[in-house]
């Protein structure tokens, strides 16, 4: 019944920019925290990026600070991650995953999410 779907992943060079989106049916959002993770071959999946309607909160990983931006539109059930500034290191599988309780805390520890997307690649070139 509930399904996240992720979308916009890519070839870009490095300082360009990716806006990802993820779609989600069957979630209603003021019950879940939206999280953005990636995983790179051989590395563990890291929770990169966060956002929690019923507290107002987001969250980001400081690999990604002042470089990524994590936004939601409730209306179309979706949430976004504007990526700037890319560099080869941010190459990676990119997944979204939602948590309830909604708290982003869960996501900064990659700890207990409910449901995730199947993922989308982001490569950066030098």
Known sequence: EVQLVESGGGLVQAGGSLRLSCVASGVTFDDYAIGWFRQAPGKEREGNSCISSSDGNTWYADSVKGRFTISSDTAKNTVYLQMNSLKPED????????????????????????????????????
């Open 91 to 126: 190459t990676a599988f990119y997944y979204c995953a939602a948590v309830s309780p909604p708290h982003c805390g869960y996501v900064a520890r990659t700890y207990n999410m409910d449901y995730w997307g199947e993922g989308t690649l982001v490569t950066v070139s030098s």
